[in-house]
T-cell receptor, first 116, second 116 residues
Framework: GAVVSQHPSWVICKSGTSVKIECRSLDFQATTMFWYRQFPKQSLMLMATSNEGSKATYEQGVEKDKFLINHASLTLSTLTVTSAHPEDSSFYIC????????????FGPGTRLTVL | AQSVTQPDIHITVSEGASLELRCNYSYGATPYLFWYVQSPGQGLQLLLKYFSGDTLVQGIKGFEAEFKRSQSSFNLRKPSVHWSDAAEYFCAVGEGNSGGYQKVTFGTGTKLQVIP
């Protein structure tokens, strides 16, 4: 089946620093990828839709200057958490639909961000 | 807007007993429906999906779900639970858009505990 990877799997950083998270589709091309955030014991909340070659689409309430998304190629999307603060600590998960319109998304294993 | 409700936050069943996890959705058209499972600290794994056709859907690991339009439900079932089924289960509904891909909304999840 289709595989989506994320790197790193776990990152700890100091408050005020920026952290980049990568999401790769390993055996298929993804013109669209999605970024989710999951707080402890809560559901996944869609943050933004990453579009290859164009600007990302952010959900209401998500700061685009805080969470920078770059979808530079058909297999890679990056999420950069800028000037991270402890409240940004969360589990970040990306996903990619393999076939346009099929509805099935393949999820990465997630990245756990801890901001000290 | 689409929404998903999982009324049970936490369910405990004995190993070998049957299981039913409830899911209700709200969506204007025929929905795309999914069940995902998440083990602690892990990403999401698709158990099964419904797009159209037979309303009883078979998935992996012995799970099945039944789409009932009249009740706006998509409950997940398993006849005999194994200890390894202990995890968090998410129901999700997807909508298509002009881009041809699915924007997925997740329920709040049901945590399944399996006791010997």
């Amino acid at each position: 089946g289709a595989v989506v990877s994320q790197h790193p799997s776990w990152v700890i950083c100091k408050s005020g620093t920026s952290v980049k998270i990568e999401c790769r589709s390993l055996d298929f091309q993804a013109t669209t990828m999605f970024w989710y955030r999951q707080f402890p014991k809560q559901s996944l909340m869609l943050m933004a839709t990453s579009n290859e070659g164009s600007k990302a689409t952010y959900e209401q309430g998500v700061e685009k200057d805080k969470f920078l998304i770059n979808h530079a190629s058909l297999t890679l999307s990056t999420l950069t958490v800028t000037s991270a603060h402890p409240e940004d600590s969360s589990f970040y998960i990306c996903s990619a639909p393999r076939t346009s319109g099929s509805g099935e998304q393949f999820f990465g294993p997630g990245t756990r961000l801890t901001v000290l | 807007a689409q929404s998903v409700t999982q009324p049970d936050i936490h369910i405990t069943v004995s190993e070998g007993a049957s299981l039913e996890l409830r899911c209700n959705y709200s969506y204007g058209a025929t929905p795309y429906l999914f069940w995902y499972v998440q083990s602690p600290g892990q990403g999401l794994q698709l158990l099964l999906k419904y797009f159209s056709g037979d309303t009883l859907v078979q998935g992996i690991k012995g799970f099945e779900a039944e789409f009932k339009r009249s009740q706006s439900s998509f409950n997940l079932r398993k006849p005999s639970v194994h200890w390894s089924d202990a995890a968090e289960y998410f129901c999700a509904v997807g909508e298509g858009n002009s881009g041809g891909y699915q924007k997925v909304t997740f329920g709040t999840g049901t945590k399944l505990q399996v006791i010997p």
